[in-house]
């Protein structure tokens, strides 16, 4: 099977930096576009940025100029640089992986998650 798993988010101060990182892992055979995603308390969970195979980004213009996301391909893992954070940048992050596994001579593709890592920043 596949997992996600995400690295620690935390607390931070307003216009600190923050980085995450989230590492596939399992039967894969290639991983497409990845992301990451955020849900605050009692709001629906919105996308922050997507990277896709060829390198094209889409960033959320919340978080444009602040945040980046970047993927390494060997090491099947994506990140998310956060700068200048603010406040209203609290939220419990997850990253977002469609990734093709090969089984049994037929290839299946899945959109995975990982399990969240809550990022608090303070004013």
């Known amino acids: 099977q596949v997992q996600l798993v995400e690295s620690e988010g935390g607390l931070v101060q307003a216009g600190g930096s923050l980085r995450l990182s989230c590492a596939a892992s399992g039967s894969i055979f290639k991983i497409n576009a990845m992301g990451w995603y955020r849900q605050a308390p009692g709001k629906q969970r919105d996308v922050v940025a997507v990277?896709?195979?060829?390198?094209?980004?889409n960033v959320a213009e919340s978080v444009k100029g602040r945040f980046t996301i970047s993927r390494d391909d060997a090491k099947n893992t994506v990140y998310l640089q956060m700068n200048s954070l603010k406040p209203e940048d609290t939220a419990v992050y997850y990253c977002n992986a469609n990734i093709v596994r090969y089984s049994g001579a037929y290839y299946f593709s899945n959109a995975y998650w990982g399990q969240g890592t809550q990022v608090t920043v303070s004013s």
């Open positions: 990277i896709t195979s060829s390198g094209s980004i």
